[in-house]
């Protein structure tokens, strides 16, 4: 049952601190705390002022004040700290207006699940991505003018098959043999769980969790469906509990899409279905795979609005490391029922019409996971309103097609800079209902380029001096 603010105020009864938590424009979790007795009914009607010149991706310093309004049905109990503490997740206002900030993600992500209610199409999408991540025992990394480097190590990486240790006891996990090993060679069972209990302690419910592919440390935690804005709540507590759980071990969680050289990367598949009343829109026993043509219109949307998306879903320089061929990495511009380098996918693991849903696997845990699914949402009701038709079904193994038919198969754009470019070509679609809006995205945009894009592409790649050193 949802909470309400009475409910809210009871619980700080339990605890000495109350932490107040947004979003970042790229999608990092901010806070501060007061006093549990400082929290009362006007925090939720007045909210509390910030420095939103702080924050990335927000205001300038001549209009830095901001408000914050905790969303009472939110709070649960922080499984963490050592602090009794309640967490209350806010929405972002503007303290002159009264009105909800338009660079605020959950502002953004409330307004496509209204938008979605609006064209009478649908009256609630569910949303289950399978966020995956890195667990690792040593991290280092730095750079500046005359240097940079990284290190990364992990109990299980085969590269420590041969180190002398004290003592060595073998069992690491061979390059891309990650998937489903027992202990000892999954040496993170019991961490995982750990996390898996934390999650469930808050309300956030699991389905399952296991080793991934790549050789060391890799891991992946399923969390039941949701409605899109409680799901990308709950990346966002699924990314701070990961991470503390793992610190708490002394460990490192990273939601980095490609730290390991020639090994899988992390993504984030996020499996998509549209309900009417208690019918699921998306299934249909005749049709392809079980799809409904309003599903399929949809994946025709998201194929149609890929390169866009991207932007959104894949946000990062390192985003595009992960999305080459040969990684399981969904390159190619189709889609299948089976079929893992395909970007769409349709899982058959069961033939219940409730379980019906399409499946996009390009985007990864760095994404924010706001926009990320107001994007997707955007994109495949364009796709329902245009009759999109995505065209056949691709059942191949597309990395083993002949050259001639290879060629006809478009693949993701390589780089965060093209796919910047694309989104800013292509984003009508997502101004629809007012969703997204111009300067949200400009503001995006320009972050990412000054920031990220910029700062990659002028220093020097370690692996530049093997090329070029002697030239």
Not at 27 to 32: D, P, V
Not at 197 to 219: D, N
Not at 354 to 381: H, T
Request: charged residues 25%; aromatic residues 12%; proline residues 7%.
């Amino acid at each position: 049952m949802s909470k309400t603010v009475t409910d809210v105020l009871a619980m700080t009864k339990q605890v000495e601190m109350v932490d107040l938590r947004f979003t970042d424009l790229p999608g990092t979790w901010q806070h501060f705390s007061i006093p549990a007795h400082e929290l009362t009914e006007e925090v939720f009607e007045d909210g509390i002022g910030f420095d939103g010149s702080s924050i990335r991706g927000f205001r300038e310093i001549h209009e830095s004040d901001m408000l914050l309004i905790p969303d009472a049905s939110t709070a649960f109990i922080d499984p963490v700290l050592q602090v009794p503490t309640m967490v209350l997740i806010c929405d972002v206002y503007d303290p002159i207006t009264r009105q909800p900030y338009t660079r605020d993600p959950r502002y953004v992500a409330r307004k496509a699940e209204a938008y979605l209610q609006q064209t009478g199409l649908a009256d609630v999408s569910y949303w289950g991505p399978e966020a995956e991540f890195f667990i690792f025992n040593d991290v280092r990394y730095g750079g500046g003018t005359n240097q940079g480097f990284y290190y990364i190590d992990s109990q299980e990486g085969w590269w420590n098959s041969g180190k002398e240790l004290n003592p060595n006891l073998g069992g690491q996990i061979p390059p891309k043999r990650g998937y489903f090993p027992v202990p000892p060679a999954d040496t993170l069972q019991d961490l995982r769980s750990k996390m898996v209990m934390a999650l469930e302690r808050v309300g956030v419910a699991v389905e399952v969790h296991h080793h991934e592919v790549a050789t060391a440390g890799q891991t992946e935690i399923d969390m039941r469906f949701a409605p899109l804005l409680r799901m990308a709540d709950q990346i966002m507590i699924y990314k701070y509990i990961v991470k503390n759980v793992a610190r708490q071990h002394n460990m490192t969680a990273t939601f980095m899409p490609k730290p390991l050289f020639e090994d899988n990367g992390s993504g984030m598949h996020v499996h998509i279905s549209l309900w009417k009343g208690e019918r699921n829109i998306f299934f249909d026993e005749a049709g392809y795979a079980q799809l409904s043509d309003t599903a399929r219109f949809f994946i025709g949307g998201l194929l149609h609005h890929a390169a866009a998306l991207l932007a959104l879903v894949a946000p990062t320089t390192n985003s595009y490391r992960r999305l080459v061929p040969g990684f399981e990495a969904p390159v190619n511009l189709a889609y299948s029922q089976r079929n893992r380098s395909a970007i769409c996918r349709i899982p058959m693991y069961s033939r219940n019409p409730r379980a019906k849903r399409i499946e996009f696997r390009a985007p990864d845990p760095s994404c924010n996971p706001y926009f990320c699914f107001s994007a997707l949402l955007m994109a495949g009701l364009d796709g329902i309103q245009s009759r999109i038709d995505p065209g056949a079904p691709m059942d191949k193994d597309l990395y083993d097609l002949p050259p001639e038919e290879a060629r006809q198969i478009k693949q993701v754009p390589g780089s965060l800079d093209k796919v910047l470019d694309a989104l800013e070509a292509d984003h009508e679609f997502l101004l629809r209902g007012d969703v997204f809006t111009e300067d949200a995205l400009e503001a995006y945009i320009d972050y990412k380029r000054r920031f990220e894009v910029d700062p990659v592409r002028m220093r020097p790649h370690p692996h530049e001096f093997v090329l070029y050193y002697d030239v």
